[in-house]
């Protein structure tokens, strides 16, 4: 009998999914490992490998990549609060982590974290053992698929202006958590363009 309480944050998200016996409950435990890493840490390099997901416990982190002029572009905020769902509580690349391929993102902590790690050999091993981890993972792969598609739309089609506004329809409660430099970043705006899109507000 393992002690599975450090496990729990994670097990109450999959709840809100599938049901969950003590099986399941044991054998996910088995499989993570929790961690407390230090602010301005780097859970993930660009160019290197995504082979473990961190789930958020607490604190905050950011993923962001560098386009083709050489700004950094802030891909997604990372916390689990109540306002948080699947694209906030996972911090991982995943594109690196399905496909072996090296990371084009990199990922740091903005606070103390404290999150769960699996790693991929973790989760493959879940997934091929424990039938109710893989119908969660299902579920979860098509959240991730909607929340990237409308990430990429966004960024590809919409004005900063409404790029702006979808952020205070949407995501209003990311201007109290983050400071202007990240969310300006977010928008994949300067942050002097973030200051005059509030003044014309």
């Known amino acids: ?29 088995a499989n993570a490992k929790e961690v407390i890493l230090p602010k301005k840490h780097t859970i993930l390099y660009e160019g290197n490998p995504s082979d473990k ?3 958020m416990v607490s604190g ?27 694209k906030n509580l996972f911090a991982v690349d995943y ?18 974290v404290k999150a769960l790690v699996f ?18 993972m299902r579920k979860l792969n098509e959240k991730a698929f909607v929340h990237t598609y409308d990430r990429v739309f966004t960024l590809l089609t919409m004005t900063a202006s409404e790029r702006y506004e979808k952020l205070l329809k949407d ?3 990311l201007l109290q958590m983050f400071s202007s430099y ?11 363009s973030l200051s005059r899109i509030r003044g014309q507000g």
């Open 182 to 192: 990240y969310i300006a970043s977010y928008l994949g705006i300067a942050p002097q």
């Open 60 to 86: 905050e982190a950011r993923s962001f990549y560098t386009d083709f002029t050489g700004k950094t572009i802030t891909w997604s905020f990372h916390f689990n609060t109540p306002q948080s769902i699947s």
């Open 95 to 112: 594109r690196s982590f399905l496909s072996n391929e090296n990371s084009s993102i990199s990922i740091e902590t903005l606070t103390e």
């Open 119 to 136: 790693t991929k050999e973790q989760v493959t091993y879940l997934i091929e053992n424990l039938p109710v981890y893989e119908r969660w």
């Open 53 to 55: 997901v961190h789930f």
């Open 1 to 29: 009998m393992i002690n599975t309480d450090f496990c729990e944050p994670f097990l109450d998200y999959m709840r809100g999914f599938v049901e969950l016996d003590a099986h399941a409950i044991e054998m996910i435990a």
């Open 171 to 173: 995501e209003a409660f």
